[in-house]
């Protein structure tokens, strides 16, 4: 069965930094295309950053260009997303997501992470 398990998260200060990583398991991680969703409260659930099984294509919102990196370890079947510069409008529960496509939609991924919460204080 498989299983993707976020960690990283936690408290951060505005202008700070953080590492997600998401741990998967039981599928063949690199036959998978995998993104970074993110819901903060009261809001709905919205692409972060997604990274393709293959080819090195990347694609992130326009309000996350560059600040945050997505980046895959295929060797050990986990995803990362560095958040740097990070503000108080990046709080939220980020997600992890298995799919075949790496586009910001989230009905292309179809295995999902329980998510981990970050908080940006100002």
């Known amino acids: 069965q498989a299983q993707l398990v976020e960690s990283g998260g936690g408290l951060a200060q505005a202008g700070g930094s953080l590492r997600l990583s998401c741990a998967v398991s039981?599928?063949?991680?690199?036959?998978?295309?995998m993104a970074w969703f993110r819901q903060a409260p009261g809001k709905e659930r919205e692409f972060v950053a997604a990274?393709?099984?293959?080819?090195?294509?990347?694609e992130y919102a326009d309000d996350v260009k560059g600040r945050f990196t997505i980046s895959r370890d295929n060797a050990k079947s986990t995803l990362y997303l560095q958040m740097n510069n990070l503000k108080p409008d990046d709080t939220a529960v980020y997600y992890c997501?298995?799919?075949?496509?790496?586009?910001?939609?989230?009905?292309?991924?179809?295995?999902w992470g329980q998510g981990t919460q970050v908080t940006v204080s100002s």
């Open positions: 997501a298995a799919g075949w496509v790496a586009v910001p939609r989230m009905n292309a991924y179809d295995i």
């Open positions: 039981g599928l063949t991680f690199s036959n998978y295309a």
């Open positions: 990274a393709a099984w293959i080819g090195g294509s990347i």
